[in-house]
């Protein structure tokens, strides 16, 4: 069967495979550890659920502005100014159903066939996906656990390109949970000068950062474009609701886009972010140190059963352990781990060649069942050895 091209590039999300090989053995009655997925285990706060059943009941399920109902972009406009201090207007704002389709409309926005965007290595799976469907060139800064994960300025600045278009940062980082410190967050900022790549922040972590508050890219500059959402910091995963912040003179073309190709966002869902924002935000902070100490724990306990931690986390909620001690082949090694143990971990390999020989957990999970995964993989890798 033929395929596109930019199609047949596409590779799988391993998560996503990990996490439906997972689904089957469950259906065949195995008690699978989930800790491959980045999604909160409990709900949504009350007060938001509350929000969604009354949009419902209003009949609020109709098309909307393309750009997303005013409220919630003025609500958005506001938590920017009031957590940040910057100040971003609501036509600058696109909402969309999660922040993967705000992405795959802003590469196709930015990108003309062998245009190159700068990633580090290790990256957010996705990330070299939607960039090649755009028909551009991922072009990688390799930063390594020894030096904290860190995306470095200087190492940046040595991949451009007369390609370069944009750079993307991520920070907290999914996949090690690295942050970016101010001071580097300027220093990348400085490289999307007049004339230079715009700046791509994935910020979708922010929120749930451990010990000092999280920094937006537009404290730094305004040639950033900055992805958002609703699926971590208040736990609305399955709800798909996300949104870019863009510079002004982009924003119109994006907006034409989703028109096109989604028309709008589901409507009652936005009116629920809208109290998300107003009124749940004490949740949010409740949420940070329920993983924060999941965080702990499952650092501790990776060490314990004989995997390598040698950077830790503070931000979003993953952890990414040195498996090599027992594997180079991080996917085989985690289907591997589900079959033998019932655990479900993301393979390392899934997101960059520096990732390989790591497997990435996420401690989204409650604390038994972290504590449960972390008994069954010790059993499984001490029999191993």
Known sequence: MSFARRVAEIEPFL????????????AAGVDIVHLEYGEPDFEAPPVVRDALEKAVKDGRMRYTHSLGILPLRE????????????????????????TSPAML?????????????????PYYACY???????EGVPVYVDVAEHDGFQYRPEAIRQRMGARTRAIVVNSPANPTGA????ERMAAVAALASDGGPLIVSDEIYHGLTEGE?????????????????????????????????????HARGLQTLFGNFFISTNEFVQWAAVTALREAADETVRFAGIFAERRRATIDGLRAIGLGVGFEPRGAFYILADARRYTRDSVR????????????VTPGAAFGSNAEGYLRFSYAASMPRIEEGLRRLGAFLSARS
């Open 105 to 121: 409309l802003l590469f196709g926005h930015l990108l003309n066939a062998g245009d190159e965007v700068v990633l580090s290595n």
């Open 179 to 182: 942050i970016l410190s101010p």
């Open 75 to 98: 609500a958005i406009a506001e938590h920017y100014a009031a957590t940040y201090g910057v100040t971003v207007s609501p036509e600058q704002i696109l909402v969309t159903p999660g």
């Open 333 to 344: 090694f985690a289907y591997e781990i589900l079959e033998g143990c019932h655990v479900a």
């Open 15 to 26: 998560a996503v495979e990990v996490a439906e090989r997972a689904a089957v053995l469950e």
């Open 128 to 134: 070299p996906n939607f960039i090649r469907y755009a």
């Open 213 to 249: 508050r999280d920094h937006t890219m537009l404290e730094f500059t305004d040639r950033a474009f900055v992805l958002n959402g609703f699926s971590k910091a208040f736990a609305m995963t399955g709800w798909r609701l996300g949104y870019v912040i863009a510079p002004r003179e």
